[in-house]
């Protein structure tokens, strides 16, 4: 998820977790990291969405918590925003499960490592270069037979 779709799956996220507890902004975090099995978003991602929902009405802050942290809870408007979005919010949850298997593989460590082999491509010798293309075909290879598989119904 990029930009504006990121932020508004976010804000649903948010949202249905505010359904079944009241939270800071911190515990939002934590929560959707220990629900869908990824890195918790940043206070730079969940702040400042915090305060437009609570500008829109979506969320309202309840009370101070230690230090005084703001407590979260959804509003009616917060509610009715969220029943009309299900679809939507399922679909997050979905890639955000996703999301959390892959993970779960070793897809996190596998992006980081793409990552550096693409900086890094020119320092490797041509034989390396040629074991990695092949394990990236047999890779390549395995994820589309379990896609077809899937496709199948089998």
């Not at 299900?86 to 992006?111: A, H, P, Q, S």
């Not at 890094?120 to 041509?126: G, R, S, W, Y």
Request: overall charge positive.
């Amino acid at each position: 998820m990029h930009g504006d779709m990121r932020k508004d799956g976010l804000r649903l996220i948010i949202l249905d977790i505010l359904m079944n507890e009241n939270c800071h902004g911190y515990g939002i975090s934590d929560r959707i990291e220990k629900l869908y099995g990824i890195k918790r978003p940043s206070p730079g991602l969940v702040y400042p969405l915090l305060s437009s929902m609570q500008k829109r009405g979506l969320v309202k802050v309840t009370e101070r918590g230690k230090r005084d942290k703001k407590i979260y809870a959804i509003t009616d408007r917060g509610r009715e925003y969220l029943e009309a979005r299900t679809d939507e919010l399922r679909k997050v949850k979905k890639i955000l499960n996703n999301l959390g298997y892959f993970y779960g593989m070793g897809g996190e460590e596998l992006m980081s490592s793409i990552k550096e082999l693409i900086k890094n491509l020119d320092k490797v010798d041509e034989n390396k270069r040629e074991d990695i293309a092949a394990a990236m075909e047999k890779l390549i290879n395995a994820i589309h037979e379990a896609l077809e598989l899937r496709k199948n119904g089998k």
